[in-house]
């Protein structure tokens, strides 16, 4: 079983930045891949970008590529999401997830954290 736990969310302005951070415990993550996702009011969940844990291949939605950037540390088990160049298209809740090799749909999720962008 793995645990995940974000952090990081709040108000920001448009133009500004963020860093969004994920706990992850329970069990050693050995080729997981980690992702993280958001879902805004009256919209369905959407891939945001997603890092393997061993490697650091890393994917992008194109809403967000070139303004965000996923990364890991592997000695504190985190899993982190840098924002740039937030939009109010932006706000949305943000989930970090994660799901083993062997899996194609992701099977482990957080509880999620609120980010609003004021224009």
């Known amino acids: 079983q793995v645990q995940l736990v974000e952090s990081g969310g709040g108000l920001v302005q448009a133009g500004d930045s963020l860093r969004l951070s994920c706990v992850v415990s329970g069990r050693t993550l050995s080729n997981y891949r980690m992702g993280w996702f958001r879902q805004a009011p009256g919209k369905e969940r959407e891939f945001v970008a997603a890092?393997?844990?061993?490697?650091?291949?890393?994917i992008y939605a194109d809403s967000v590529k070139g303004r965000f950037t996923i990364s890991r540390d592997t000695a504190k088990n985190m899993v982190y999401l840098e924002m740039n160049s937030l939009k109010p298209e932006d706000t949305a809740v943000y989930y970090c997830?994660?799901?083993?090799?062997?899996?194609?749909?992701?099977?482990?999720w957080g509880q999620g954290t609120q980010v609003t962008v004021s224009s």
């Open positions: 890092i393997s844990w061993i490697g650091g291949n890393r």
């Open positions: 997830a994660g799901r083993s090799p062997t899996r194609s749909e992701y099977e482990y």
